[in-house]
């Protein structure tokens, strides 16, 4: 068996090209780390190092070792750091919005519960924008939309807003000349509605807001039935839905980015979860826009 410390001591003289500069990145003395690494020699019966006056220089047999040690030493670390993580404690409370909330976010927290088994996630869904302030008092991670560009915390992905109606509303219905454009929409503080209401206006699109609701069932339902237009993300869609375009009248929406926010000072049961959540949801930036 090789023994990971003397692995650790060849490795640390390896990189560092000298007995001297090793044992110091070790915080050992040169006499322990060279007798380290002379019974790593004598256990695999080959000399590993070539001390020679033009230096130290690896012999063949080091060659082949260095690969195989730096792989042991890393699973063990890894082995180590994940052992680690099973005895992590805690509850971590986690904001989020409910279409991430109810379709995204739960196959991930279903994985970090078998992962970490003594931490308890508490998610709350809804709009982000008021959770934002209360991180670090009621939200250890909020799951927040932001304008493209905006927002700070750590950026996950892009999602493109679109308009949606029910699979069976016309395109000419989306857009009735006969009266102003019906909206189901999420109360103020929603950036989609906002997004909404502005790109109609600035179109000289007439429109009313037919039904608001912190529900996404309750307005996914509402456009399903055709009484009124929505806006979703298109990555999205809810499957009663169908994406409406230019061709239906509308005007076209910005792109959103979903970033990830922690608390100051955030624990570390709730850095493993940001952690499973930014490995789950991050997508490059060029790979994330619909």
Known sequence: MLDPDLLRAFVAVADHGSFTRGAAALNRTQSAVSMQVQRLEGAIGAAVLDRSRRGLRLTPAGEVLLGYARRILSVSAEAMGRLRDLQVEGIVRLGVMEDYGTRLVPPLLAGFAAAHPRIQVEMVTGLTTPMLPRLGERFDLVLAMHAAGDGGGTFLRREQAVWAAGRDVSAGAAADESGPLALALYP????????????????????????????????????????????????LLPPELRRLGDRDGLPPLPEADIRLHRAPGLAPAGELLARHLTAGLALPERMARV
Not at 206 to 225: D, E, K, N, Y
């Open 188 to 235: 103020q503080g929603c950036l989609f509605r906002a997004w909404a209401m502005a790109a109609l206006d600035a179109a000289g699109q007439p429109w009313r807001l037919a039904f608001v609701s912190h529900s996404l069932a309750a307005v996914t339902a509402i456009a399903a039935q055709g009484l009124a237009v929505t806006v979703v993300k298109a990555g």
